[in-house]
């Protein structure tokens, strides 16, 4: 059985964390979950829409009935202009850094990327009309290179003499030290980490305060954190959990979409009560932009995300809401029993995994403005909804796991 207990901790202008205890039931018997949680202090009141789904308050997960609303594009952007800077993006052509650049460059700033030429320097985004796209590639500025050629990112950085440095692609230190090396009067190096640097706790939402884990797969983002409170410049990182949101190039609510579109069961490890956050990256976008020259943010680590928690089949019913399907049937699985071999039958981590946003939103003003059901709307009419995605749909292992599902029903 599986306990979730509030205890009160350290996490910033949190109220408490959730400790997650687990227990062993008797084999054959399903796993179940309770919520424990201790009477809340008052807090500021927060507006939530009814489309929100199944969802931690601080305090609570509960259950939010859907209601179908007209779907209105979100996104429109309006930030505070700020002193204009040369900036420089490493990276920048596929997610993120799209809708970051377009940020900056509305705000004024002179605005480069950095990419190895392989792909368009810009692309139209769905929804947007000609003239917006026009202005922005007239204004966007390409420098085109290997970023493992430090020798070349030395020489052309040092030319250029950047103000600010977005790295929104790097995952190693070696790659961020000959930009340090390049640019000694850079104002700020801002830096895309990942909350995957955190390491496995019982003791949730992780903080940033929070005990980290050098052997993680994202441990060369760690490394890269360390160089940047070693060296003499000012820097900020941000730890995004999981991104979602149009031209996602990352299977997570695409892998749902394809599922229901073809009309298919769901298969969800486990109870499919595994709590995890999305974030939507034009989310991400407006909190890159808050730490831009923001004091506040100088040698700050800042968890970005959604402000609410999703349990893995809440997601499920989500992304069916988001695309107009019926409500999906979910089979449950355990991976234990399967032999997936190199393939990934689920998307996300199996496990309970999620982060306060609380210090971003205190200090840097930032607030999400998608809820999660909005979030994937916006992404499915944006994208999926519009034919295109990322990867086709590949159900080997779905069929490997309804067959044997199928077997032990019969």
């Known amino acids: 059985m599986h306990f979730v207990r509030a205890i009160k901790t350290k996490c910033y202008n949190t109220r408490f964390k959730f400790q997650?205890?687990?227990?062993?039931?008797?084999?054959?018997?399903?796993?179940?979950?309770?919520?424990?949680?201790?009477?809340?202090?008052?807090?500021?009141p927060i507006s939530l829409l009814s489309s929100s789904l199944s969802h931690f308050n601080g305090t609570k997960l509960c259950q939010i009935q859907y209601k179908r609303k007209v779907y209105q594009p979100k996104g429109a952007l309006h930030i505070a202009a700020s002193s204009t800077k040369k900036i420089l993006i490493m990276g920048g052509t596929r997610f993120i850094g799209v809708f970051l650049s377009r940020l900056l460059v509305k705000?004024?700033?002179?605005?480069?990327?950095?990419?190895?030429?392989?792909?368009?320097?810009?692309?139209?985004?769905?929804g947007e009309s000609d003239s917006d796209y026009a202005e922005f590639k007239s204004k966007?500025?390409?420098?085109?290179?290997?970023?493992?050629?430090?020798?070349?990112?030395?020489?052309?950085?040092?030319?250029?003499?950047?103000?600010?440095?977005?790295?929104?692609?790097?995952?190693?230190?070696?790659?961020?030290?000959p930009i340090l090396d390049a640019l000694p009067n850079l104002e700020q190096f801002i830096y895309c980490s990942s909350a995957g640097v955190y390491l496995k706790s019982d003791m949730l939402p992780h903080c940033e305060t929070d005990a980290?884990?050098?052997?993680?797969?994202?441990?060369?983002?760690?490394?890269?954190?360390?160089?940047?409170?070693?060296?003499?410049?000012?820097?900020?990182?941000?730890?995004?959990?999981?991104?979602?949101?149009?031209?996602?190039?990352?299977?997570?609510?695409?892998?749902?979409?394809?599922?229901?579109?073809?009309?298919r069961p769901i298969p969800i490890p486990n109870s499919g009560v595994q709590i995890t956050q999305l974030g939507h990256v034009k989310d991400l976008a407006t909190a890159f932009i808050a730490v831009l020259g923001n004091e506040k943010a100088s040698k700050q680590v800042f968890n970005i995300s959604g402000e609410k928690y999703v349990t893995f089949n809440g997601l499920a019913k989500a992304c069916a809401k988001a695309?107009?399907?019926?409500?999906?049937?979910?089979?449950?699985?355990?991976?234990?029993?399967?032999?997936?071999?190199?393939?990934?039958?689920?998307?996300?981590?199996?496990?309970?995994?999620?982060?306060?946003?609380?210090?971003?939103?205190?200090?840097?003003g930032w607030k999400p403005e998608f809820d999660l059901v909005e979030g994937l709307t916006d992404s499915y009419n944006l994208d999926f909804g519009r034919g295109t995605f990322r990867k086709e749909a590949d159900f080997s292992t779905d069929d490997m796991i309804l067959g044997k599902s199928f077997v032990l029903q019969s």
Request: charged share 30%; aromatic share 12%; net charge positive.
């Open 140 to 177: 966007i500025l390409h420098l085109k290179g290997d970023r493992m050629d430090f020798d070349f990112v030395k020489s052309s950085l040092s030319a250029e003499g950047y103000d600010v440095v977005y790295d929104i692609n790097g995952r190693e230190a070696a790659e961020v030290e």
């Open 212 to 263: 980290v884990d050098p052997k993680s797969r994202h441990k060369g983002k760690l490394n890269t954190e360390s160089l940047l409170e070693s060296r003499d410049v000012n820097w900020t990182s941000v730890r995004p959990v999981y991104i979602y949101g149009p031209l996602n190039y990352n299977p997570v609510e695409e892998w749902f979409f394809h599922r229901l579109k073809a009309g």
């Open 20 to 44: 997650l205890l687990t227990q062993s039931k008797a084999k054959g018997k399903k796993a179940m979950s309770k919520l424990v949680v201790l009477q809340p202090t008052k807090q500021p």
């Open 107 to 126: 705000e004024g700033h002179q605005v480069t990327l950095f990419t190895r030429g392989k792909a368009p320097v810009t692309q139209q985004l769905p």
């Open 323 to 364: 695309g107009g399907f019926p409500e999906p049937e979910i089979v449950h699985y355990n991976p234990k029993e399967f032999d997936f071999g190199k393939k990934k039958a689920f998307p996300f981590r199996d496990q309970h995994f999620f982060a306060s946003v609380e210090k971003a939103k205190h200090v840097l």
